[in-house]
């Protein structure tokens, strides 16, 4: 049994505040295109072209997401600002899984023109334990760390929940943590519990491609984050050997999704898939009566 760090996977709604674009000098910018998004817990991962910005790299500031309600056929009118970012995604938290909601995007420029709205699109958020998100350490410790297993009644079965724990990696019982290397923006999977080692498997079309895991060749080295890369853990801690994998499926520049699966049974390298979906697919659909 590794004692739980006691923390909760908490979404949140990143706020920010908006621009005032009543002083608006220059044209707008062309309204971001190709928004969609992936169904969470509890949450939206929205992303879009990053035309807005391509257009006019010296005058892009950042863009303004905007969500409002939607009755499976229209958009409401009264649109609320959820938040702004400079990369084309955003992460929306805090939603009731089951609640539809419409979302748009806004690309503001330096001068504080502001782009028409792109074309609205509707997702609503389900209970999910399959695309599991996972932050940079230091944007989000708490939500930064991931655990396969902790046997915390030492029964030898994996209970629901005890399995695919998001906690802070400051405990040291965490398998591994995500972390953000500043000077490329890129992500990194790093061993933490001092049982777990792990090697990159490669290009997978899906979790189940991960199969058996391989008996060498793992390490305690950092390992990059690619989507639709595999990564295969080897952990040994008092409950005995067990094999994890998991398959990215999206990297952002300050979080991750991926799918993941163990193997509870002591010593066995054949890889039992925990979840349902295999891959972050797309989800919800573009709104043709916005309103």
Same mark, same amino acid.
């Given at each position: 049994?590794? %004692?739980?760090f006691?923390?909760?996977?908490?979404a949140?709604g990143?706020v920010?505040? $908006?621009?005032?674009?009543?002083?608006? =000098? $220059?044209a707008?910018?062309?309204? #971001?295109?190709?928004?969609?998004s992936?169904?969470?817990?509890?949450?939206?991962d929205l992303?879009?072209?990053?035309?807005?910005?391509?257009s006019? !790299? *010296?005058?892009?500031?950042?863009?303004?997401?905007? *969500?409002?309600?939607y009755?499976?056929?229209?958009? $409401?009118?009264?649109?609320?600002?959820?938040?702004?970012?400079?990369?084309?995604?955003?992460?929306?938290?805090?939603l %009731?899984?089951?609640?539809?909601?419409?979302? %748009?995007?806004?690309?503001?420029a330096?001068?504080g023109a502001?782009?028409?709205?792109?074309?609205?699109?509707?997702?609503? #958020?389900?209970p999910?334990a399959?695309?599991?998100?996972?932050?940079a350490s230091?944007?989000?410790?708490d939500?930064?760390?991931?655990?396969?297993?902790? +046997?915390?009644?030492?029964d030898g079965?994996? +209970? !629901?929940?005890e399995? $695919?724990?998001?906690?802070?990696?400051?405990?040291?019982?965490?398998?591994? /943590?995500?972390?953000?290397?500043?000077?490329?923006? %890129?992500?990194?999977?790093?061993?933490?519990?001092s049982?777990?080692?792990?090697?990159?498997?490669?290009t997978?079309?899906?979790?189940?491609?991960? +199969?058996?895991? &391989?008996?060498?060749?793992?390490?305690?080295?950092?390992?990059?984050?690619?989507p639709?890369?595999g990564?295969?853990? /080897?952990?040994?801690?008092?409950?005995?050997?067990?094999y994890?994998a998991?398959?990215?499926?999206?990297?952002?520049r300050?979080?991750?999704?991926?799918?993941?699966? =163990?193997?509870?049974? &002591?010593?066995? !390298?054949?890889?039992?898939?925990?979840?349902?979906?295999?891959?972050? /697919?797309?989800t919800?659909?573009?709104?043709?009566?916005?309103r």
């Open positions: 049994m590794r %004692t739980p006691a923390t909760l996977l908490a949140a990143l920010a505040l $908006g621009c005032n674009n009543t002083n608006s =000098v $220059g707008p910018l062309p309204a #971001p295109q190709d928004v969609a992936v169904s969470l817990n509890q949450a939206i992303y879009w072209a990053d035309n807005s910005y391509a006019a !790299p *010296s005058r892009f500031l950042w863009y303004r997401i905007f *969500s409002t309600s009755d499976n056929v229209r958009c $409401g009118a009264t649109w609320q600002l959820e938040g702004t970012t400079i990369a084309p995604e955003f992460l929306v938290g805090a %009731t899984n089951g609640v539809p909601r419409c979302y %748009t995007v806004t690309a503001v330096i001068d502001e782009s028409d709205q792109s074309l609205p699109w509707q997702d609503t #958020p389900r999910d399959r695309n599991v998100v996972l932050y230091a944007t989000k410790a939500s930064s760390g991931f655990l396969f297993w902790d +046997d915390a009644n030492n079965v994996g +209970d !629901p929940n399995l $695919g724990l998001v906690e802070n990696p400051s405990g040291g019982i965490v398998d591994f /943590k995500i972390d953000r290397n500043n000077a490329d923006s %890129t992500l990194w999977l790093v061993p933490v519990y049982g777990t080692t792990m090697l990159e498997y490669g997978v079309d899906d979790l189940t491609s991960i +199969d058996y895991a &391989p008996a060498t060749g793992y390490s305690r080295d950092s390992l990059q984050a690619f639709g890369d990564y295969v853990f /080897k952990i040994v801690d008092p409950s005995g050997l067990h994890g998991v398959r990215v499926t999206h990297v952002g300050r979080y991750l999704i991926l799918d993941w699966s =163990v193997q509870t049974d &002591p010593g066995n !390298p054949e890889l039992v898939v925990r979840g349902g979906l295999l891959t972050a /697919k797309p919800g659909s573009m709104v043709a009566t916005p």
